[in-house]
């Protein structure tokens, strides 16, 4: 089977390739700019660079390479800047979108997109996969609009939702723990919300999910998350203590007293009993999680 994964030097980018050219599937890895992935010398991998939002350029790499799935987890994903820069977010998560749509038509590859519960508003929570989407921000609201677009497609494809990413960061890019790790170990404080309701998903899971939906040729909406119900407040004072970190340091806030460009909501959280049901989909504990994340302290 060959695959093609956008966004492939980003966080996800990582664990999927390791994941999928571990088991000796096809990976052209692409992102914008040079490799930043080790996996250079594992037979079944290779690597171009790819501005998704170059229309001839993507049908370029796409068509040459055709392969039978494409994994579209690139993306402008931090909400601040989409609300900053909205043209730019367009540009990147919908005309891209958009431009890797019409060249997996032209070879009928199959198409994985990877989205966010920033695609509902966060009045309900535990959203299930047929819930009405209404963003509260642009980043969301662009991400809608590319699920739309996937939707309605003629190909064979699927939508992965997931929430709050977690885990070790290996080409650089931080997510939550991380930040509380380093900051933490600075002695320095940091502010984390504690009305913002989540299901954090361990990175490892999340491919590992991904990679099944490919390998059954999954069709459909997916949510890939994880079970317990947490605020990032909770998982940052539970790093610091499985660290052994000083959690003084950690500052509660609320969402109206944390001022940021981009409106988050409140009460996400992702029912997964479908992926559980459909995908024999299992996800870490967040204890676990903490493990797999920093190791045994």
């Known amino acids: 089977m060959k695959i093609l994964l956008t ?25 914008r700019g040079p490799c930043r992935l080790p996996f250079l010398l594992r037979n079944c991998f290779a690597y171009r660079s790819l501005d998704f939002t170059d229309a001839a350029q993507t049908l370029d790499v796409v068509t040459s390479f055709a392969p039978d799935w494409i994994i579209h987890a690139g993306a402008m994903g931090k909400p601040d800047d989409c609300e900053l820069q909205p043209a730019l977010a367009h540009r990147i998560n ?47 609201l662009t991400k809608c609009k590319a699920e739309e677009m996937v939707e309605a497609s003629s190909l064979h494809w699927s939508i992965v939702r997931t929430v709050l990413v977690y885990g070790k960061p290996m080409t650089g890019r931080s997510n939550l723990l991380s930040i509380v790790q380093e900051k933490l170990s600075r002695g320095e404080t940091y502010q984390v919300v504690n009305d913002q309701i989540r299901t954090p998903t361990y990175v490892g899971d999340l491919a590992r999910g991904i990679m099944t939906m490919i390998t059954r040729d999954a069709t459909g909406i997916y949510h890939l998350c994880g079970e317990e119900v947490l605020t990032p407040y909770d998982m940052a004072i539970q790093a610091a203590n499985y660290l052994s970190l000083d959690a003084s340091l950690l500052l509660c806030t609320s969402t109206a007293s944390f001022k940021q460009p981009a409106q988050r909501p409140l009460l996400t959280g992702l029912c997964i009993d479908k992926a559980r049901h459909e995908l024999g989909f299992l996800p870490s504990s967040f204890t676990e999680g903490l493990k797999l994340t920093f190791g045994k302290v």
């Open 94 to 140: 919908v005309d891209g979108t958009a431009h890797l749509l019409t060249a997996a038509k032209q070879i009928q590859a199959k198409f994985c997109y990877i989205s966010t519960d920033f695609v509902f508003d966060g009045v309900s929570g535990n959203y299930k996969e047929d819930a009405m989407r209404g963003s509260v921000n642009y980043y969301g």
């Open 7 to 31: 966004g492939a030097n980003g966080f996800l980018g990582y664990y999927l390739s390791d994941l999928l050219t571990n088991a000796g599937l096809d990976l052209l890895a692409t992102s």
